[in-house]
């Protein structure tokens, strides 16, 4: 019973229906990953890193192929997590996405020490990738790009990695269960048949013996016959040496048919292929040679003795009680049996019931191979009865056998257990099939999106964390400037030209060095005595080179 789905062979086209499928599959993905990336590279998002900084081209680029890349973690797992890592680095809220494939990567990478080697390159990745842009892009120290990266390593690609990790060997060990529950009963199937098959050969080497013997009085009085004829009716001798030819052409085509199953060893204990087996003086025999090793049994009797049935009928009685009296010998010696013999014109009933043993069987006894019950089984099945066998609630043993006392012809009472495998597998399969496909995975599905958004909320937090710790160059105040800075650092000090106070300026200001751009910030003060004081910002080029203050009249 195959315990996974056939995999389509490489020459198999699929259905174009599956194709339209993938296709679209496939451009979902990846377009909800651009639109993913993008729309928080351009948000507030882009910000914790040096992804800002990046050309616009770049930014669109970089999200455009990690995007397109996504799809693809099926097929190349290891390359899509190793480039979506260094993706992570300069774009860390894409940290999303490389946990979706840190997951998915390393719970199909095969061998420990190989998903050892991925999983600490992916987790390095991020961090080597955030350094140096950051170090490079002047965004930041390295230790804030360590620390950037670190995060991102560690919540986007290591964490779910572990958890991917634990989770490709959960479904590498629940396979390895299930091949190996397949090949043990494969195996016991076989030993089943086994035993069915060795059960069968010693009914026809039973039949061999009984019918080959009956022929070979038949033969031997067609002999005497044909002697008798030759003297008293010579025109009946040719009939006599027909029907003693046909006897022996039928035995020696009977020991043909049978002759394929091999040498068989004969039955062990009282007298088993005669005409008394089965009947009351045999199982009484059996009784007395289990008690004179030791066993005590108790044989109780209903009904008229078995002499009346078919042969076949009572081999069948005579193999059940004993492989019964076998069994109590071999793993319940000393145990009390209770031998029962039920003869009714329907059927006939055997119960072999033994007590618990004074002690425990020996250890190299073992449990049994069961293979003299499925033989019991087959035999009481071609018969059309029913075998039933089990441990009782006090420690012993119970073997119960009903075998109809008129079975039918062998083909209409032959039983067929091959058939009870494919059963159990077909109600399997409409167990299986009894939800549809979307609301079988709905668990996987809803633990996938609840731990996605609990990395996610730990990546946002972590980030934030290390976004809120980066050291950020305090802007100047107007007391600290002086001449000789830039215009970049003037105005990093919110010093910037005020329309207004230019205004008020006008005729009123010092005269100007040649060549100079002046600026006139509004400082914000308030008039003292109707005047307002203005401070002027000269500039040749970039470089400031001369600060005046200066009083001018306050008007409304």
Not at 131 to 138: E, H, M, Q, R, S
Not at 441 to 463: C, E
Request: proline fraction near 6%; charge should be neutral.
């Amino acid at each position: 019973m195959p315990f996974t789905s056939p995999t389509p062979r490489p020459y198999e086209a699929a259905p174009p229906r599956r194709r339209k499928r993938r296709r679209l599959t496939v451009l979902l993905e990846a377009g909800t990953a651009f639109v993913y990336l993008a729309a928080l590279g351009a948000g507030g998002a882009g910000e914790m890193g040096f992804f800002g900084l990046l050309p616009f081209e770049g930014e669109l680029a970089l999200c455009a192929g990690a995007a397109a890349l996504l799809p693809f973690r099926r097929r190349i797992p290891v390359t899509c997590l190793l480039v979506l890592a260094a993706v992570a680095g300069v774009l860390p809220i894409g940290g999303m996405l490389t946990a979706l494939v840190a997951f998915d990567a390393i719970r199909r990478v095969d061998g420990p020490r190989r998903r050892t080697v991925v999983l600490f390159t992916a987790t390095m990745i991020p961090v080597l990738t955030a350094i140096v842009g950051t170090v490079c892009t002047g965004y930041g120290s390295w230790r804030y790009g360590f620390a950037l990266g670190l995060v991102v390593g560690g919540v986007g690609i290591l964490v779910p990695g572990l958890v991917g990790s634990s989770r490709g060997q959960q479904d590498r060990l629940v396979v390895a269960l299930r091949e190996r529950a397949a090949a043990a009963e494969e195996a016991r199937r076989l030993i089943d048949s086994a035993s069915r098959v060795e059960e069968r050969s010693r009914i026809a080497a039973e039949m061999h013996d009984l019918v080959g013997h009956r022929l070979s009085l038949i033969s031997l009085h067609s002999g005497g016959l044909e002697m008798a004829l030759a003297t008293k009716a010579p025109e009946l001798k040719d009939e006599a040496a027909q029907v003693r030819a046909a006897t022996r052409d039928a035995m020696n085509e009977l020991r043909a048919v049978l002759g394929v199953l091999g040498p068989l060893g004969r039955d062990t204990g009282t007298e088993a292929l005669t005409d008394a087996t089965g009947t009351r003086a045999d199982i009484d025999a059996l009784a007395e040679e289990s008690r004179a090793a030791g066993i005590a049994v108790t044989v109780r009797w209903q009904g008229s003795d078995l002499d009346a049935l078919e042969p076949r009928v009572r081999r069948a009685v005579h193999r059940v009680v004993r492989e019964s009296l076998t069994n109590v010998h071999r793993y319940a010696t000393g145990a009390t049996v209770e031998l029962t013999v039920e003869h009714t014109d329907d059927h006939v009933r055997v119960t072999v019931r033994n007590g618990a043993p004074p002690a425990p069987p020996e250890a190299t006894t073992g449990l049994g191979t069961g293979r003299g019950l499925t033989g019991l089984r087959e035999r009481v099945g071609l018969l059309g009865g029913e075998l039933r066998t089990g441990p009782t609630g006090v420690g012993g043993f119970l073997v119960e056998a009903t075998v109809p006392a008129h079975p039918a012809s062998p083909s209409a009472s032959a039983t067929h257990p091959e058939t009870f495998p494919s059963s159990l597998a077909a109600e399997e399969h409409h167990q299986s099939g009894a939800l549809p496909g979307i609301l079988r995975h709905l668990p996987g599905l809803a633990t996938g999106v609840l731990g996605l958004v609990g990395v996610g909320a730990m990546l946002v937090f972590g980030l934030g964390l290390v976004q809120s710790s980066r050291p950020v160059k305090e802007p100047l105040s107007p007391d600290s400037i002086h001449v000789g800075m830039g215009r970049q650092d003037v105005e990093s000090a919110y010093i910037y030209d005020n329309d207004l106070a230019r205004a008020a300026a006008a005729g009123h200001e010092p005269r100007r060095p040649g060549g100079t751009d002046c600026i006139f910030p509004y400082t914000g003060e308030e008039a003292l005595g109707g005047r307002l004081e203005l401070t002027r910002y000269c500039f040749r080029g970039d470089v400031l080179t001369d600060i005046d203050r200066f009083w001018v009249p306050s008007v409304r």
